[in-house]
Each structure stands twice: as C-alpha cells, then as structure tokens.
C-alpha cells in the first residue's frame, strides 16, 4: 500500500502542477487551440482564407505593441510603422543571408524584425519620449517622414521603389517543413503572434509596466514616487519598437518583400485606427481592431472601388459613438448580458436595425454611384449595387437613395428611446444585482 | 504637549532638513525671501502663514517641482536644490500635494503599489511579474491598512470620495517609506471629523519619520506639530515649540490675530 502511495505521489503532484497550470493559462491555452484549428474551419481553408488569417496575425501584433505606447502609456504616435517597415527590412536582409547559405531555419527570421525594432526603438525613443502629449507626437510624425524618405535616399539598403525580395522557402529544412504553403506559414505567424501577445501582457504586469499606466495617468505624481518618467516612456517605446519589428518580420515571411509602403504614414495611420476601433483601454481591444480592418481591406477593395471611404466613416462613427471601440461596446454589455432586460435590449436593437439598414442602403448607393461618376465615367453609368442595377445617369436612384438615407435617418433617430429605456432599465437590474451580492 | 528638547537633538544629529538662505524669484517678483531653516530628525514641524505667502512654493522648491533662483538645501547631509523631482524623492523625500494628485484610472492598491515599488529596489524591472512581488504586496496590503482603504482596495482611485482621497494621497506619500515626509494641507476641505481622521493618521505614519508640513487649520497645527515656523511674505519671521508661537507678538500681528487664543 505504501508503496504504491509512493509511486503514485510524483505523478499526483505533477498532474496537480500541470491542472493548476492550465487553469492559471486557459485563456492562452484557449487561444492556442482556436489557432490551431482555424486555419481548417470551412470558409478559412483556402489559400485566400489563410492568407487573410495570416495577415490578421500580423496586424494584430503590430497593433499590440502600438497598444503598449497608446494604452498603456497614453502616447499617441504618428509613426510607428517605422519600426514595422524597419523590422521588416532588417528580416528580409536575414532572410537573403539564410538564402545565400546561413545555416538558420526560416521561422527565426523574425528575431532579426524584433531586434531592428528594439535598436530603433531604444535609438528614436531616446529623442522622442523627451516629451509627451502634442510634441511627441509631433517628433514621431516627423521621424516617420524622415525614415519614409531615407528608403529612396538609400536605395542599396531599402531597394527603393521595388523594395527588398528574398525567398522563405531557400532555407535549411526544418522537420520536412518548407514554407512553400500558406498554411505553414500561418503557422510560423500564429506561433510567434501568441507568444508576442504573451510577452506584452506579461510586459504590462511587471514593475515598469505598471509605470507605465502610472505615468499615463499622472506624469507628475509618477516622478515624485521615485521613477524617471522620461527613462518609463522610453521602456515603453522600445518594447512596442521591438514587438512592432516582429510584426515587420512576420510581414517579410508572409510577402517575401519589404518595401517604402511598410514603413509608410499610411500604415501609421492604419494602426492606430485598428487600435482606436478596436478599443485601447482592454488588452484584446488592438486585436479585435486589427481583425476586423484586415478583413475590411481585403475583402471590402474586392468590392468597391471607394471601400477607404467605407473606412473611414466606420472609423468616425466608432470613435464618436463608442469612443471606449469595440472591446469596451462588449464590455459594457458584459455587465447585463445576465439580466432579464438584456432581452429587451436586443430587441430594441433589433428595431433600431431596420432603419439602420435602409439608411445604410441610401447611403451605399449614393456613395457608389458618385464615386463611379466622378472617378470612373469610363465604366459608364449604368452598374449594379448589391442585387440592383441602377442607372446612374437617370434622377431616379438619386431621388430613392436620398429618400432611403433621410428616412431611415429619420426613423433611426425616432428608435433611440426605445433603446434608451431598454438599457437603462438592463443597467438598473445590473446594478441592483451588484448590490445584494455586496450586501451578502 | 510632547515637545522634544531642541538644543540637544540639534546637537546630536545633524538635520533631517536644512535650509540656508533660499530664493526664488517668478520673473522679477521675489516669491521666497531667504528662507532659511533647520528641521530636525524625527520633528513634526509645521509652516504657517497668510494666503500668498509662500508656503506652496517653498514647498514646491524643497520636492524639486521649482529650482531655486539661489541658496542650498540639504536633505541627511545631501545637497538636493534643484535636482529632479524622481532624484530627491530616491533620496528620501517624499511629498504630498494640495490638490489632489493620484493616479485616477489606476485602482487604490495599484495607487500604492506603484508607490513603493522604488524604494524596494525594483526600479524598471521588466522580468519580474508585479503580482509575484511579495514584499510589494505586504507593504501595499499594511499601508492600505493604516490609511483605512482596504475595502477600497479595487476601486479605481477616480471614484473615491473626496476624504478618501485624500487619505489615499497621504498613503502614496508615505509608501516609499522615506525619512522625511512633506505634507501640503492634509486637512483642507475636510469637516471636522475627517480633520480629526486625517490628524490621527498623519500622527501614526509620521511616526520614526521627519514632519514638514503646511496646515491651515490651527487647530491641528498646534495639536501636532512640534515645531511652528511662520512664513510671511517670504520670510520666516519665527520659529518656535507652538507655545512661545502663540505668544510672539509679531507672529500675532502678522499673522495668527485672535486665532493664537483657539
């Protein structure tokens, strides 16, 4: 008996170690399973679905590390794809020398993204995080202009116009992988993006992450409990360089090229719209940014010739209706998805939807048909939008798609009480809930 | 009242605090006159004055929010005029502010927490997960304690009442654990009750530490300091055990008025 008690006591306690693990981990190890398996989910198991998936990966991560300046340490930056863009050359030039014969398997390649976007990060930020607030993001703004020009001014490091080529699939084989197929190379995207989320929420949970927060809050109070706030900004920067030249890196694997347009104020831009609309106050808000604007991208300039427009009127209606993005919308629904109201909730939404729609069909019709007449006459005026073809040449679609826009705006408008009383209503019961468990 | 004999310990040790001859001037108005002051290991001392008269910025200057325009301050044998705020705080001052000044999106324990992490040694760590740190922990979890916040301890530091601020800004004073406290009006705005509170705590935590404080509320001066200098227009025109204060006729007329009977 005591024998086997002895036996059995190390694999107890190692089994006990690995649940507790687990159980400590099992948002990361949920996350983990759900990338595994997407890549095979119907509808993502194409080329085009795992290209699509592959680039998310890579705007997720970089729209974390700009998520470690904004949110975390309240910095706003007009340039950070220059870390991106610098990360991304830095991998593609070690990806030529793994090509020419350096004996290093293809998924390390990101490393030499991360330790460009580190260098530059440390080498920038010591002159940017001198200051917060406008004058930072000034300086960040001016030194992505400047980065943006030293591509064409250095054609034999940055290639110019063409950009830098190497192949990921000349390298040393790694278990028979090749990299030849987009599915492996989701994988090597999916593996380092996980691990890079961890390392930046284990980055916000240590002593200089917490300043981080500290100094965003409250600059002043921060330098009188003994910390340097220039040397926390600087932290700050230099992590979020260094996971943004992983994500550079991740791009060189992905597209085999790296050119101006990475390090670009377009893809500056971009980011910080991903992080805003995504929301920058929750770790996952970044995320859900980036995923959702990949696949605007990808699959909204299949349609529509106008779809940065689209964009950009999804952004403005994000920032002024829900200025906390989509990450603190389900928060604020988290907090009464458990009560009775909830229901009447949605079912308000549900009827402020329908005018939704129709204005939101007025809209896309008038939207469509300008863009076709003033910037493609070419194609002519007659087009088809959704399932109808329309004339654009004709009054009358004019006439109908204002109708729709005005009418829906107008009934829109009449549903927002019904809306109102409904979350209200939801709120009370939430808070009334939060009170007898306190009072318990 | 418990009042320390003076000469002697000024003899021992030398001060926690001196001050020779500060100035400091805003354009071309002098604000502070040559100020000069001793403030002994271990004294509560308080400096009071007419509105305008100085104190904050006096206040201001020792903390390192202000330079000096001239004249030397020295904390534990340490020359600190004009260094940055963060390097005379590493040296073993800390202060409190009049307006409140926490981090508000931060909760009460991160408030403390970020507050004493420095003064453990853990400067910029970024190895180390914050929540493993058991010292940080334990001293966070003792100074909410004595600051009453513990069922407090979640809520973003934003949404406390205004008492519970500022008994939170006094917790964030003292969690570096430094020698010296400054204490900018701890009681102000408060009802009498919460006065009383905040006496009784600042008396606690000022315990084995130095005092400097700017109060107000006689009341409170006279119940806790040890020592009362008088800052007016610049100048200090006395320095004394708060019985002689009350009696110094100049003092009176500047100053104190009938209040020196309270």
């Given at each position: 008996m005591s024998g086997s008690r002895e036996v059995a006591a190390p694999a107890t306690v190692f089994a006990g170690v690995?649940?507790?693990?687990?159980?400590?981990?099992?948002?990361?190890?949920?996350?983990?399973?759900?990338?595994?398996?997407?890549?095979?989910?119907?509808g993502l198991n194409s080329d085009f679905g795992r290209s699509l998936l592959?680039?998310?990966?890579?705007?997720?991560?970089?729209?974390?590390?700009?998520n470690v300046l904004?949110?975390?340490?309240?910095?706003?930056?007009?340039?950070?794809?220059?870390?991106?863009?610098?990360?991304?050359?830095?991998?593609?030039h070690f990806m030529r020398v793994i090509n020419h014969g350096l004996p290093l398997p293809i998924p390390?390649?990101?490393?030499?993204?991360?330790?460009?976007?580190?260098?530059?990060?440390?080498?920038?930020?010591?002159?940017?995080?001198?200051?917060?607030?406008?004058?930072?993001?000034?300086?960040?703004?001016?030194?992505?202009?400047?980065?943006?020009?030293?591509t064409?001014?250095?054609p034999g490091y940055f290639g110019g116009e063409e950009g830098i080529t190497a192949s990921r699939t000349r390298g040393p084989a790694l278990f028979g992988l090749d990299f030849g197929s987009q599915l492996q190379v989701y994988y090597v995207i999916a593996v380092w993006a996980l691990i890079a989320a961890m390392l930046m929420r284990a980055f916000i949970r240590t002593p200089v992450g917490r300043m981080c927060n500290a100094v965003r809050d409250n600059p002043e109070r921060a330098a009188f409990v003994g910390y340097n706030t220039q040397r926390v900004r600087l932290f700050a920067f230099s992590v979020a360089g260094l996971f943004a030249g992983l994500a550079g890196g991740l791009h060189a694997i992905n597209y085999e090229i790296v050119a101006a347009d990475s390090v670009s104020a377009l893809r500056s831009?971009?980011?910080?719209?991903m992080t805003y609309i995504g929301g920058v106050g929750h770790f996952v808000g970044p995320v859900i940014g980036a995923l959702i604007l990949t696949w605007l991208q990808v699959s909204l300039s299949g349609y529509t010739s106008a779809w940065l427009l689209y964009l950009g009127l999804f952004f403005l209606v994000t920032i002024l209706f829900a200025p906390s993005g989509l990450a603190g919308l389900i928060m604020m629904h988290g907090s009464i998805v458990h009560t009775k109201a909830f229901w009447r909730v949605l079912r308000a939404y549900a009827i402020a939807l329908v005018p939704a729609v129709f204005m939101g069909i007025g809209a896309v019709i008038l939207i469509e048909m300008s863009y076709r007449v003033s910037t493609q006459p070419e194609l002519g005026t007659r087009m088809r939008i959704f399932w109808i073809t329309v004339d654009a040449a004709s009054p009358w679609p004019w006439i109908t798609a204002i109708a729709l826009l005005a009418g829906g705006f107008f009934v829109f408008r009449k549903t927002w009480p019904i809306v109102a009383v409904a979350w209200n209503r939801a709120t009370d019961e939430a808070g009334a809930v939060n009170m007898t468990a306190q009072r318990r | 009242m418990n009042v320390k004999p003076?000469?002697?310990?000024?003899?021992?040790?030398?001060?926690?605090?001196?001050?020779?001859?500060?100035?400091?001037?805003f354009g071309a108005t002098p604000v502070i006159r040559g100020v000069s002051l001793d403030v002994h290991e271990g004294e509560r001392h308080a400096i009071i004055g007419p509105n305008g008269g100085g104190k904050s910025t006096l206040f201001n200057l020792i903390s390192g929010r202000f330079a000096p325009t001239s004249g030397s301050i020295v904390l534990c044998g340490e020359k600190i005029a004009a260094l940055a705020p963060h390097e005379i705080n590493r040296r073993g001052l800390a202060r409190s502010f009049q307006i409140t000044n926490i981090f508000p999106r931060l909760s009460v324990y991160e408030n403390i927490r970020c507050s004493v992490l420095w003064s453990l040694g853990y400067k910029y760590c970024f190895w180390r997960g914050v929540d493993k740190l058991?010292?940080?922990?334990?001293?966070?979890?003792?100074?909410?304690?004595?600051?009453?916040?513990?069922?407090?301890?979640?809520?973003?530091?934003?949404?406390?009442?205004?008492?519970?601020?500022?008994?939170?800004?006094?917790?964030?004073?003292?969690?570096?654990?430094?020698?010296?406290?400054?204490?900018d009006e701890p009681t102000a705005g408060m009802s009498r009750a919460e006065a009383d509170n905040a006496v009784a705590l600042i008396r606690v935590v000022s315990q084995g530490r130095t005092l400097l404080m700017v109060e107000h509320d006689m009341g409170v001066v006279f119940n806790l300091a040890d020592r009362i200098s008088v800052l007016v227009y610049g100048e200090i025109i006395a320095t004394d055990i708060p019985s002689r204060i009350r009696r110094n006729e100049a003092v009176q007329s500047a100053y104190l008025g009938s209040a020196a009977d309270a």
């Open positions: 690995a649940m507790n693990w687990a159980n400590r981990h099992k948002q990361w190890l949920a996350a983990s399973l759900v990338l595994l398996a997407l890549p095979h989910v119907p592959s680039q998310m990966g890579i705007a997720a991560v970089f729209a974390l590390s700009f904004l949110g975390q340490t309240g910095l706003l930056s007009f340039g950070h794809a220059v870390y991106f863009g610098l990360g991304g050359y830095a991998a593609i390390l390649v990101p490393l030499a993204g991360a330790a460009a976007g580190l260098l530059f990060g440390i080498l920038f930020g010591s002159v940017t995080t001198r200051r917060a607030g406008t004058i930072f993001a000034l300086i960040t703004l001016g030194i992505g202009e400047l980065v943006y020009a030293a064409f001014m250095l831009g971009t980011v910080l719209l | 003076e000469a002697s310990a000024s003899e021992r040790t030398p001060p926690a605090l001196e001050l020779r001859d500060i100035r400091k001037s058991r010292d940080a922990r334990e001293r966070t979890d003792r100074i909410l304690e004595q600051i009453r916040l513990t069922t407090r301890r979640d809520a973003p530091a934003g949404v406390l009442t205004y008492a519970e601020q500022r008994a939170l800004e006094i917790g964030i004073t003292i969690a570096g654990d430094a020698r010296v406290i400054l204490l």
